[in-house]
């Protein structure tokens, strides 16, 4: 308890006062999309615009094959056998906001499994930078590892810092580009979907503001109502 609270106290503030910096825009729904949509344009978008182009509810889910926090390779089919599946994305070990979203997640997580579904989360860093997340809130859901964010890129939600922003960041002793191994400052947003058995998208929340995440409560919520709806056809 005391290291989390050392890690938040060294890293809190620096993110406060870069969000500071950012508009702090109220949620938008991003618009619907079409299914055979799969990525965005090669200039990556800022974060409102992400919002605009990312995958939607009526979507298909991307197909992926990702490695675990061991290492071990998990396919999007195979996930799908195990039920519907809440993916979340999130921006890395580094964010304060991240790692207090993902342990309340797992506090959650038996209500979200009762309800239907299976916690997937995703970033850019490597397995063994996953591996520090889950044992750091000792998560016992999937989270798994997204290289170069080819899969964040295929749901539209990658985005790039703006530069003051990562200025900000580098002063305080963190280069995002250089963290996560990629050319360009990138990052997805805080999205989570939920997606059917059918690989359909149910449910996404999507919103430029890094520190407004769905709520465990509302994810608990569209299960129900998923798993209701199954049941009646």
Do not use: H
């Amino acid at each position: 308890m005391k290291t989390k609270l050392l890690y938040l106290s060294l890293f809190a503030l620096p993110f406060l006062i870069s969000a500071c910096a950012q508009s702090s825009a109220t949620k938008s729904e991003a618009p619907a999309v079409n299914s055979s949509q799969t990525s965005i344009s090669k200039d990556t978008a800022s974060e409102a615009e992400a919002v605009k182009t990312a995958l939607n509810v009526g979507a298909k889910m991307p197909s992926f094959s990702l490695k675990d926090s061991d290492g071990k390779s998990v396919s999007s089919d195979d996930l799908l056998k195990q039920g519907n599946l809440v993916l979340v994305f999130y921006r890395g070990a580094w964010c304060p906001f991240c790692n207090l979203y993902l342990n309340n997640l797992q506090k959650n997580a038996a209500a979200i499994k009762e309800a239907g579904g299976n916690i997937i989360a995703i970033s850019v860093e490597n397995p063994d930078k996953s591996r520090t997340v889950a044992r750091k809130n000792d998560l016992q859901f999937t989270v798994l590892s997204d290289p170069q964010l080819e899969t964040a890129r295929k749901f539209g939600i990658v985005y790039e810092l703006p530069k003051e922003t990562d200025e900000t960041y580098k002063s305080k002793g963190l280069d995002v580009a250089k963290n996560n191994e990629m050319e360009k400052a990138e990052l997805p947003l805080g999205a989570t979907y939920i997606v059917n058995r059918k690989g359909e998208i149910v449910y996404a929340f999507l919103d430029p503001d890094y520190k407004k995440r769905a709520e465990p409560e509302v994810i608990i919520e569209n299960l129900k109502k998923l798993e209701n709806s199954a049941e009646n056809k």
